[in-house]
């Protein structure tokens, strides 16, 4: 389930976003997805804060016992009770774009202002600021130099309030230098 999306983030209907969510009666675990402000999310991406239940490739069967409640009068003797599989809750920052079509697995942090290509299937945490694309997904670059990114990661832009996104909004959409970041920083400080 999405548990929070942050402000003016868009794609997340279940038109465009579907998240699989697998539980099990004996497994109250329940991993969800956290999605940042200004986040856009490409038709048909998927989200699994959980993986499926008991399907177990380290045990001798593949099969979900104790997760198929009709079946659970024949097969009932199960010292190990099923679980789900996941590696946690997904977190996605700010300022993020996904493509159409991309998987996202659980456990994952997509850090703020990173890019995530179509068809792409994303099993580790991608860095702020990549660019990152393929299945599975892999670093392809950073969208700017260190300096920059850092001083974006230090704005927070999209936490600040719409009146002030609105004053900066010209800078915004400039390729970003140490200059217009400035510029940025001062204006934000004259609305304080």
């Not at 699994?48 to 997760?67: I, L």
Request: charged share 20%; aromatic share 10%.
């Amino acid at each position: 389930m999405i548990k929070s999306v942050g402000k003016h983030t868009y794609g997340t209907d279940t038109y465009t976003t579907t998240v699989r969510q697998f539980t099990s009666y004996a497994d109250p675990t329940t991993p969800v997805v956290h999605i940042g402000a200004f986040t856009g999310i490409g038709l048909g991406c998927r989200f699994f804060p959980s993986e499926g239940v008991a399907h177990n490739p380290k045990s001798c069967t593949n099969y979900a016992f104790g997760n198929l409640a009709a079946r659970n009068e024949i097969f009932n003797n199960f010292p190990i009770l099923p679980k789900v599989q996941t590696k946690g809750d997904i977190n996605v920052g700010s300022d993020v774009w996904f493509g159409e079509s991309v998987t996202v697995m659980s456990g994952v942090t997509v850090g703020h202002g990173a890019v995530v290509a179509t068809n792409s299937h994303v099993f580790k945490d991608v860095e702020p600021y990549s660019i990152v694309g393929g299945n599975p997904a892999k670093f392809i670059k950073y969208r700017f130099e260190k300096e920059i990114i850092d001083a974006l990661l230090e704005m927070k832009w999209w936490d600040l309030p719409d009146a002030t996104i609105n004053k900066i909004l010209p800078l915004l959409q400039l390729e970003p230098t140490m200059d217009i970041i400035n510029q940025m920083n001062q204006i934000i400080r004259n609305e304080n």
